[in-house]
Protein backbone atom coordinates (compact mmCIF):
# COMPACT_ATOMS: atom_id res chain seq x y z
CA UNK A 1 0.00 0.00 0.00
CA UNK A 2 1.36 3.51 -0.86
CA UNK A 3 -1.02 5.16 1.96
CA UNK A 4 1.53 4.33 4.99
CA UNK A 5 2.02 5.79 8.31
CA UNK A 6 4.74 9.18 8.68
CA UNK A 7 6.78 6.81 10.79
CA UNK A 8 6.91 4.60 7.85
CA UNK A 9 6.70 6.70 5.30
CA UNK A 10 10.12 7.03 3.36
CA UNK A 11 10.90 10.41 1.52
CA UNK A 12 12.07 12.29 -1.72
CA UNK A 13 11.65 15.52 -2.91
CA UNK A 14 10.72 13.84 -6.09
CA UNK A 15 6.86 14.68 -5.51
CA UNK A 16 7.23 17.95 -4.28
CA UNK A 17 7.93 19.42 -7.79
CA UNK A 18 5.54 16.79 -9.38
CA UNK A 19 2.58 18.13 -7.47
CA UNK A 20 3.31 21.92 -7.68
CA UNK A 21 3.85 24.45 -4.97
CA UNK A 22 -0.10 24.06 -3.47
CA UNK A 23 0.61 20.42 -2.74
CA UNK A 24 3.78 20.27 -1.78
CA UNK A 25 4.10 18.18 1.34
CA UNK A 26 3.08 21.26 3.76
CA UNK A 27 -0.56 20.40 4.78
CA UNK A 28 -1.95 24.13 4.25
CA UNK A 29 -4.14 24.50 7.63
CA UNK A 30 -7.60 25.53 7.13
CA UNK A 31 -8.86 28.20 9.76
CA UNK A 32 -5.66 27.71 11.84
CA UNK A 33 -6.95 23.83 12.31
CA UNK A 34 -4.73 20.95 10.87
CA UNK A 35 -6.46 18.20 8.90
CA UNK A 36 -7.74 15.07 10.70
CA UNK A 37 -6.12 11.99 10.04
CA UNK A 38 -7.99 9.61 7.61
CA UNK A 39 -10.23 7.03 9.68
CA UNK A 40 -9.67 3.34 9.39
CA UNK A 41 -11.66 0.54 10.09
CA UNK A 42 -10.86 -3.08 9.80
CA UNK A 43 -7.13 -1.76 7.53
CA UNK A 44 -8.92 0.03 5.25
CA UNK A 45 -9.55 3.83 4.71
CA UNK A 46 -13.30 4.62 5.07
CA UNK A 47 -12.88 8.52 5.02
CA UNK A 48 -10.71 11.12 4.97
CA UNK A 49 -9.95 14.61 4.21
CA UNK A 50 -8.13 15.71 0.68
CA UNK A 51 -5.22 17.18 2.48
CA UNK A 52 -4.70 14.49 5.04
CA UNK A 53 -4.50 11.68 2.11
CA UNK A 54 -1.80 13.80 0.54
CA UNK A 55 -0.30 14.10 3.66
CA UNK A 56 0.02 10.26 3.83
CA UNK A 57 1.17 10.20 0.18
CA UNK A 58 3.85 13.25 0.33
CA UNK A 59 6.91 13.27 2.16
CA UNK A 60 7.84 16.67 4.56
CA UNK A 61 10.61 18.11 5.82
CA UNK A 62 9.42 15.98 9.06
CA UNK A 63 11.43 12.66 7.82
CA UNK A 64 13.54 12.84 5.00
CA UNK A 65 14.91 8.77 5.22
CA UNK A 66 17.51 8.58 1.88
CA UNK A 67 18.40 5.15 3.07
CA UNK A 68 14.60 3.91 2.01
CA UNK A 69 14.68 6.04 -1.29
CA UNK A 70 15.19 2.86 -3.85
CA UNK A 71 12.18 1.16 -1.86
CA UNK A 72 10.08 4.45 -1.82
CA UNK A 73 11.14 5.03 -6.16
CA UNK A 74 9.56 1.25 -6.11
CA UNK A 75 6.29 2.16 -4.47
CA UNK A 76 6.19 5.11 -7.17
CA UNK A 77 6.54 2.31 -10.25
CA UNK A 78 4.36 -0.21 -8.67
CA UNK A 79 1.72 2.83 -8.77
CA UNK A 80 2.53 4.18 -11.88
CA UNK A 81 2.49 0.88 -13.44
CA UNK A 82 -0.85 0.09 -12.29
CA UNK A 83 -2.17 2.98 -13.76
CA UNK A 84 -0.80 2.73 -17.14
CA UNK A 85 -2.14 -0.83 -17.37
CA UNK A 86 -5.58 0.08 -15.68
CA UNK A 87 -6.14 3.15 -17.20
CA UNK A 88 -4.49 3.90 -20.07
CA UNK A 89 -6.61 6.81 -21.40
CA UNK A 90 -5.31 8.79 -18.57
CA UNK A 91 -2.33 9.29 -21.16
CA UNK A 92 -3.61 9.33 -23.97
CA UNK A 93 -2.91 13.50 -24.41
CA UNK A 94 0.84 14.93 -24.51
CA UNK A 95 0.34 16.70 -21.83
CA UNK A 96 -0.38 13.58 -18.94
CA UNK A 97 2.34 11.66 -21.21
CA UNK A 98 5.13 14.54 -21.01
CA UNK A 99 4.12 14.12 -17.35
CA UNK A 100 4.41 10.63 -17.30
CA UNK A 101 7.64 10.88 -18.79
CA UNK A 102 8.97 13.59 -16.47
CA UNK A 103 7.97 11.89 -13.48
CA UNK A 104 9.57 8.31 -15.04
CA UNK A 105 12.95 10.64 -15.43
CA UNK A 106 13.00 11.77 -12.10
CA UNK A 107 12.16 8.02 -10.58
CA UNK A 108 15.30 6.46 -12.69
CA UNK A 109 17.51 9.01 -11.28
CA UNK A 110 17.38 6.61 -7.97
CA UNK A 111 18.65 3.84 -9.67
CA UNK A 112 21.79 5.09 -11.75
CA UNK A 113 23.91 2.42 -10.62
CA UNK A 114 22.51 -0.63 -12.61
CA UNK A 115 19.87 0.52 -14.48
CA UNK A 116 17.06 -1.94 -13.65
CA UNK A 117 14.26 1.07 -12.52
CA UNK A 118 15.09 2.16 -16.55
CA UNK A 119 14.67 -1.13 -17.86
CA UNK A 120 11.22 -1.32 -15.96
CA UNK A 121 10.26 2.03 -16.66
CA UNK A 122 10.70 1.72 -20.72
CA UNK A 123 9.12 -1.83 -21.08
CA UNK A 124 5.96 0.37 -19.00
CA UNK A 125 5.64 3.03 -21.42
CA UNK A 126 6.52 0.55 -24.60
CA UNK A 127 3.01 -1.15 -23.12
CA UNK A 128 1.17 1.57 -22.54
CA UNK A 129 1.63 3.02 -26.18
CA UNK A 130 0.76 -0.69 -27.40
CA UNK A 131 -2.12 -0.39 -25.48
CA UNK A 132 -3.30 3.29 -26.65
CA UNK A 133 -2.52 1.70 -30.38
CA UNK A 134 -4.56 -1.53 -29.38
CA UNK A 135 -7.29 0.05 -28.54
CA UNK A 136 -7.64 2.95 -31.17
CA UNK A 137 -7.71 0.65 -33.87
CA UNK A 138 -10.20 -1.36 -32.15
CA UNK A 139 -12.71 1.47 -31.75
CA UNK A 140 -11.77 2.81 -35.31
CA UNK A 141 -13.42 -0.73 -36.77
CA UNK A 142 -16.47 -0.73 -33.88
CA UNK A 143 -17.22 2.53 -35.60
CA UNK A 144 -17.32 1.56 -39.07
CA UNK A 145 -19.53 -1.58 -37.59
CA UNK A 146 -22.15 0.49 -35.63
CA UNK A 147 -24.99 -0.47 -38.43
CA UNK A 148 -28.69 -0.47 -37.26
CA UNK A 149 -31.09 -3.46 -36.53
CA UNK A 150 -31.92 -4.20 -40.48
CA UNK A 151 -34.79 -5.58 -42.23
CA UNK A 152 -34.93 -9.19 -43.63
CA UNK A 153 -36.55 -7.50 -47.13
CA UNK A 154 -39.98 -7.75 -47.91
CA UNK A 155 -41.70 -9.34 -44.78
CA UNK A 156 -45.26 -9.19 -46.79
CA UNK A 157 -44.88 -13.01 -48.18
CA UNK A 158 -46.64 -15.93 -47.57
CA UNK A 159 -44.05 -18.53 -47.16
CA UNK A 160 -40.21 -18.23 -46.49
CA UNK A 161 -38.18 -19.30 -49.19
CA UNK A 162 -37.06 -23.11 -49.19
CA UNK A 163 -33.64 -22.74 -49.30
CA UNK A 164 -33.85 -20.14 -46.11
CA UNK A 165 -31.78 -21.00 -43.16
CA UNK A 166 -32.70 -21.02 -39.92
CA UNK A 167 -30.62 -21.49 -36.61
CA UNK A 168 -32.13 -24.86 -36.74
CA UNK A 169 -30.45 -25.81 -39.58
CA UNK A 170 -26.86 -24.34 -38.26
CA UNK A 171 -26.82 -25.84 -34.47
CA UNK A 172 -29.79 -28.06 -33.64
CA UNK A 173 -27.92 -29.05 -30.17
CA UNK A 174 -29.07 -26.04 -27.37
CA UNK A 175 -25.69 -26.87 -25.62
CA UNK A 176 -23.58 -26.10 -28.51
CA UNK A 177 -25.33 -22.88 -29.09
CA UNK A 178 -25.53 -22.03 -25.80
CA UNK A 179 -21.10 -22.62 -25.62
CA UNK A 180 -20.87 -20.52 -29.10
CA UNK A 181 -22.80 -17.45 -27.40
CA UNK A 182 -20.42 -18.02 -24.53
CA UNK A 183 -17.40 -17.46 -26.97
CA UNK A 184 -18.96 -14.44 -28.07
CA UNK A 185 -19.88 -12.91 -24.75
CA UNK A 186 -16.41 -13.43 -23.39
CA UNK A 187 -14.78 -12.24 -26.55
CA UNK A 188 -17.10 -8.81 -26.01
CA UNK A 189 -16.00 -8.34 -22.82
CA UNK A 190 -12.67 -8.62 -23.25
CA UNK A 191 -12.61 -5.01 -25.06
CA UNK A 192 -14.40 -3.85 -21.91
CA UNK A 193 -11.81 -1.79 -19.80
CA UNK A 194 -12.23 -0.49 -16.19
CA UNK A 195 -11.81 3.23 -17.79
CA UNK A 196 -14.92 2.49 -19.92
CA UNK A 197 -17.14 1.37 -17.18
CA UNK A 198 -15.47 4.84 -15.22
CA UNK A 199 -16.98 7.13 -17.98
CA UNK A 200 -20.38 6.48 -16.36
CA UNK A 201 -19.24 7.77 -13.40
CA UNK A 202 -17.58 10.82 -15.61
CA UNK A 203 -20.55 11.07 -17.60
CA UNK A 204 -22.71 11.25 -14.86
CA UNK A 205 -21.13 13.92 -12.74
CA UNK A 206 -20.83 15.77 -15.66
CA UNK A 207 -24.29 16.20 -16.17
CA UNK A 208 -24.81 17.21 -12.79
CA UNK A 209 -22.31 19.77 -13.29
CA UNK A 210 -23.70 20.97 -16.70
CA UNK A 211 -20.60 20.28 -18.40
CA UNK A 212 -20.23 19.09 -21.47
CA UNK A 213 -17.99 15.83 -22.23
CA UNK A 214 -17.65 16.05 -25.48
CA UNK A 215 -13.56 15.45 -25.20
CA UNK A 216 -13.59 12.74 -23.16
CA UNK A 217 -13.42 9.17 -24.73
CA UNK A 218 -16.57 7.73 -26.09
CA UNK A 219 -18.04 4.26 -24.68
CA UNK A 220 -17.90 2.37 -27.97
CA UNK A 221 -17.20 -0.72 -26.06
CA UNK A 222 -20.13 -0.62 -24.06
CA UNK A 223 -22.49 0.61 -26.51
CA UNK A 224 -21.21 -2.07 -29.00
CA UNK A 225 -21.89 -4.65 -26.11
CA UNK A 226 -24.82 -3.56 -25.25
CA UNK A 227 -26.11 -3.65 -28.75
CA UNK A 228 -25.35 -7.28 -29.20
CA UNK A 229 -27.80 -7.99 -26.31
CA UNK A 230 -30.46 -6.57 -28.28
CA UNK A 231 -29.69 -8.02 -31.39
CA UNK A 232 -29.62 -11.37 -30.03
CA UNK A 233 -33.26 -10.48 -28.42
CA UNK A 234 -34.33 -9.84 -31.82
CA UNK A 235 -32.55 -12.74 -33.52
CA UNK A 236 -34.46 -14.59 -31.20
CA UNK A 237 -38.03 -13.10 -31.83
CA UNK A 238 -37.29 -13.27 -35.88
CA UNK A 239 -35.90 -16.68 -35.90
CA UNK A 240 -39.59 -17.84 -33.98
CA UNK A 241 -41.66 -15.16 -36.31
CA UNK A 242 -40.61 -16.53 -39.06
CA UNK A 243 -41.64 -19.55 -39.07
CA UNK A 244 -45.16 -20.11 -40.95
CA UNK A 245 -46.42 -23.67 -39.32
CA UNK A 246 -47.21 -23.71 -35.91
CA UNK A 247 -45.71 -26.72 -35.51
CA UNK A 248 -42.07 -26.23 -36.13
CA UNK A 249 -42.80 -22.33 -34.26
CA UNK A 250 -43.28 -24.36 -31.28
CA UNK A 251 -40.38 -26.88 -31.73
CA UNK A 252 -37.98 -23.07 -31.96
CA UNK A 253 -39.34 -21.82 -28.83
CA UNK A 254 -39.01 -24.70 -26.99
CA UNK A 255 -35.14 -24.18 -28.57
CA UNK A 256 -34.35 -21.30 -27.10
CA UNK A 257 -36.03 -22.15 -24.05
CA UNK A 258 -33.46 -25.25 -23.65
CA UNK A 259 -30.55 -22.59 -24.70
CA UNK A 260 -31.58 -20.17 -22.11
CA UNK A 261 -31.48 -23.37 -19.52
CA UNK A 262 -28.19 -24.56 -20.75
CA UNK A 263 -26.92 -20.41 -20.52
CA UNK A 264 -28.06 -20.61 -17.30
CA UNK A 265 -26.09 -23.96 -16.17
CA UNK A 266 -22.79 -22.37 -18.01
CA UNK A 267 -23.12 -18.84 -15.86
CA UNK A 268 -24.16 -17.00 -19.20
CA UNK A 269 -26.50 -14.87 -17.72
CA UNK A 270 -26.14 -11.84 -20.30
CA UNK A 271 -27.34 -14.18 -23.21
CA UNK A 272 -29.96 -15.99 -21.07
CA UNK A 273 -31.47 -12.94 -20.28
CA UNK A 274 -31.32 -11.65 -23.99
CA UNK A 275 -32.94 -14.65 -24.78
CA UNK A 276 -35.78 -14.20 -22.36
CA UNK A 277 -35.90 -10.61 -23.47
CA UNK A 278 -36.17 -11.80 -27.29
CA UNK A 279 -39.03 -14.31 -26.52
CA UNK A 280 -40.66 -11.81 -24.13
CA UNK A 281 -41.39 -9.18 -27.02
CA UNK A 282 -44.84 -8.40 -27.91
CA UNK A 283 -44.70 -10.24 -31.44
CA UNK A 284 -43.47 -13.31 -29.54
CA UNK A 285 -45.47 -12.63 -26.55
CA UNK A 286 -48.78 -13.26 -28.46
CA UNK A 287 -48.66 -16.20 -30.43
CA UNK A 288 -50.93 -17.51 -27.91
CA UNK A 289 -51.90 -20.73 -30.66
CA UNK A 290 -48.19 -21.55 -30.42
CA UNK A 291 -47.81 -20.83 -26.54
CA UNK A 292 -50.43 -23.18 -25.83
CA UNK A 293 -48.73 -26.12 -27.44
CA UNK A 294 -45.15 -25.05 -25.84
CA UNK A 295 -44.06 -27.36 -22.57
CA UNK A 296 -43.54 -24.08 -20.47
CA UNK A 297 -42.50 -25.43 -17.66
CA UNK A 298 -38.44 -24.65 -18.09
CA UNK A 299 -39.53 -21.45 -19.33
CA UNK A 300 -41.21 -20.36 -15.84
CA UNK A 301 -38.07 -21.54 -13.81
CA UNK A 302 -36.09 -19.06 -16.00
CA UNK A 303 -38.69 -16.02 -15.60
CA UNK A 304 -38.36 -17.03 -11.76
CA UNK A 305 -34.41 -16.06 -12.24
CA UNK A 306 -34.60 -12.97 -13.98
CA UNK A 307 -37.50 -12.19 -11.64
CA UNK A 308 -37.54 -8.39 -11.51
CA UNK A 309 -38.95 -8.04 -8.50
CA UNK A 310 -37.15 -6.93 -5.48
CA UNK A 311 -33.89 -5.73 -7.44
CA UNK A 312 -33.57 -8.90 -9.20
CA UNK A 313 -33.56 -10.87 -6.28
CA UNK A 314 -33.31 -13.92 -7.58
CA UNK A 315 -30.71 -13.51 -10.07
CA UNK A 316 -28.51 -11.69 -7.94
CA UNK A 317 -29.02 -15.04 -5.69
CA UNK A 318 -27.86 -17.09 -8.71
CA UNK A 319 -25.18 -15.04 -9.53
CA UNK A 320 -23.83 -14.75 -6.21
CA UNK A 321 -24.09 -18.52 -6.63
CA UNK A 322 -21.85 -18.47 -10.29
CA UNK A 323 -19.56 -16.27 -8.39
CA UNK A 324 -18.57 -18.61 -5.83
CA UNK A 325 -18.21 -21.45 -7.81
CA UNK A 326 -15.69 -19.25 -9.81
CA UNK A 327 -13.72 -18.97 -7.17
CA UNK A 328 -12.90 -22.65 -5.97
CA UNK A 329 -13.12 -23.90 -9.66
CA UNK A 330 -10.21 -26.02 -11.09
CA UNK A 331 -11.10 -25.69 -14.40
CA UNK A 332 -12.57 -22.70 -16.57
CA UNK A 333 -15.86 -24.23 -17.29
CA UNK A 334 -16.80 -23.79 -13.72
CA UNK A 335 -14.84 -20.18 -13.53
CA UNK A 336 -17.42 -18.34 -15.97
CA UNK A 337 -19.30 -15.95 -14.59
CA UNK A 338 -21.05 -13.17 -17.16
CA UNK A 339 -23.43 -11.21 -15.52
CA UNK A 340 -26.33 -9.42 -17.02
CA UNK A 341 -24.42 -6.43 -18.53
CA UNK A 342 -27.33 -3.73 -17.97
CA UNK A 343 -27.88 -4.68 -14.77
CA UNK A 344 -24.51 -4.78 -14.02
CA UNK A 345 -24.15 -0.91 -14.81
CA UNK A 346 -27.12 0.04 -13.21
CA UNK A 347 -25.55 -1.21 -10.09
CA UNK A 348 -22.78 1.22 -10.91
CA UNK A 349 -24.75 4.08 -11.96
CA UNK A 350 -27.20 3.72 -8.49
CA UNK A 351 -23.40 3.41 -6.45
CA UNK A 352 -22.23 6.78 -7.69
CA UNK A 353 -26.10 8.46 -7.43
CA UNK A 354 -27.31 7.86 -4.35
CA UNK A 355 -24.05 7.88 -2.24
CA UNK A 356 -22.27 11.24 -2.22
CA UNK A 357 -18.52 11.86 -2.60
CA UNK A 358 -18.02 13.15 0.65
CA UNK A 359 -19.41 12.39 4.06
CA UNK A 360 -20.85 15.85 5.91
CA UNK A 361 -17.50 16.30 7.55
CA UNK A 362 -16.42 17.05 3.57
CA UNK A 363 -14.07 14.01 4.43
CA UNK A 364 -13.90 12.02 0.90
CA UNK A 365 -16.50 9.15 1.55
CA UNK A 366 -14.13 5.47 0.26
CA UNK A 367 -16.76 3.22 1.40
CA UNK A 368 -18.53 4.24 -1.90
CA UNK A 369 -15.23 4.03 -4.16
CA UNK A 370 -14.33 0.47 -2.17
CA UNK A 371 -17.77 -0.74 -2.69
CA UNK A 372 -17.73 0.59 -7.39
CA UNK A 373 -14.38 -0.91 -7.26
CA UNK A 374 -15.17 -4.34 -5.90
CA UNK A 375 -17.94 -4.33 -8.14
CA UNK A 376 -15.10 -3.12 -11.27
CA UNK A 377 -12.86 -6.07 -9.78
CA UNK A 378 -14.96 -8.32 -9.94
CA UNK A 379 -15.73 -7.72 -13.41
CA UNK A 380 -12.43 -7.74 -14.68
CA UNK A 381 -11.80 -11.43 -12.97
CA UNK A 382 -14.92 -12.84 -14.84
CA UNK A 383 -13.81 -11.73 -18.02
CA UNK A 384 -10.23 -12.65 -17.40
CA UNK A 385 -11.40 -16.84 -18.11
CA UNK A 386 -10.27 -18.23 -21.17
CA UNK A 387 -13.29 -19.84 -23.07
CA UNK A 388 -13.25 -23.77 -22.69
CA UNK A 389 -15.09 -24.25 -25.56
CA UNK A 390 -14.03 -24.91 -28.76
CA UNK A 391 -15.09 -22.19 -31.92
CA UNK A 392 -17.61 -23.09 -34.11
CA UNK A 393 -17.06 -20.64 -36.85
CA UNK A 394 -20.18 -21.44 -38.95
CA UNK A 395 -22.74 -20.77 -35.60
CA UNK A 396 -20.93 -17.74 -35.08
CA UNK A 397 -21.20 -16.43 -38.57
CA UNK A 398 -25.00 -17.19 -38.20
CA UNK A 399 -25.31 -15.84 -35.20
CA UNK A 400 -23.52 -12.59 -35.58
CA UNK A 401 -24.53 -12.14 -39.39
CA UNK A 402 -28.00 -13.65 -39.81
CA UNK A 403 -30.33 -10.44 -40.84
CA UNK A 404 -32.84 -10.00 -37.87
CA UNK A 405 -36.25 -7.77 -38.26
CA UNK A 406 -37.02 -4.51 -37.29
CA UNK A 407 -39.85 -4.43 -34.43
CA UNK A 408 -42.50 -3.63 -37.55
CA UNK A 409 -41.36 -6.17 -39.10
CA UNK A 410 -41.70 -8.71 -36.02
CA UNK A 411 -45.25 -7.50 -35.73
CA UNK A 412 -45.99 -8.19 -39.61
CA UNK A 413 -44.26 -11.71 -39.23
CA UNK A 414 -46.54 -12.31 -36.12
CA UNK A 415 -49.93 -11.37 -37.55
CA UNK A 416 -49.10 -13.39 -40.33
CA UNK A 417 -48.68 -16.56 -38.34
CA UNK A 418 -51.63 -15.62 -36.06
CA UNK A 419 -54.34 -13.21 -37.05
CA UNK A 420 -55.12 -10.25 -34.99
CA UNK A 421 -57.62 -11.54 -32.00
CA UNK A 422 -58.71 -8.06 -30.61
CA UNK A 423 -59.74 -4.35 -31.58
CA UNK A 424 -56.11 -2.92 -31.10
CA UNK A 425 -54.56 -5.66 -32.63
CA UNK A 426 -57.08 -5.56 -36.11
CA UNK A 427 -56.24 -1.33 -35.78
CA UNK A 428 -52.66 -1.76 -35.64
CA UNK A 429 -51.88 -4.73 -38.30
CA UNK A 430 -54.35 -2.24 -40.85
CA UNK A 431 -51.79 0.19 -39.89
CA UNK A 432 -48.88 -1.92 -40.85
CA UNK A 433 -50.41 -3.07 -44.08
CA UNK A 434 -51.02 0.52 -45.11
CA UNK A 435 -47.48 1.76 -44.38
CA UNK A 436 -45.86 -0.65 -46.00
CA UNK A 437 -48.45 -0.71 -49.24
CA UNK A 438 -47.59 3.36 -49.37
CA UNK A 439 -43.83 2.47 -49.20
CA UNK A 440 -44.30 0.13 -52.21
Known amino acids: ??????????????????????????????????CVDPVYQDGNIVSGSLEALIERLVPTMDYYPDAKLKSFAAKIIQL???????????????????????????????DEENGTVKKIISQMTQNLLMALSARSQYQEIREKFRQPVTDKGTILKNKPQSTQKDILSVCCDPLILAQQLTH????RVSNIYPEDLMQIVSHMDSLDNHKCRGDVTKTYNLEAYDNWFNCLSMLVATEICRVVKKKQRTRMV???IDVARECFNIGNFNSMMAIISGMNLSPVARL??????????????????????????????????????????????????????????????????????????????????WEISRQIHDFLTWKQVECPFEKDKKIQSYLLTAPIYSEEALFIASFESEGPENHMEKDSWKT?????????
Open 1 to 34: MLLQTPETMPQTPIFSSMLGSSCSGQVQPDMGER
Open 288 to 369: KKTWSKVKTAKFDVLEHHMDPSSNFCNYRTALQGAAQRSQTANSNREKIVIPVFNLFIKDIYFLHKIHTNRLPNGQINFKKF
Open 184 to 187: IELE
Open 432 to 440: LRTTLLNRA
Open 254 to 256: EFF
Open 80 to 110: LKEWTETFPYDFQDEKSMKELKEIAHRITQC
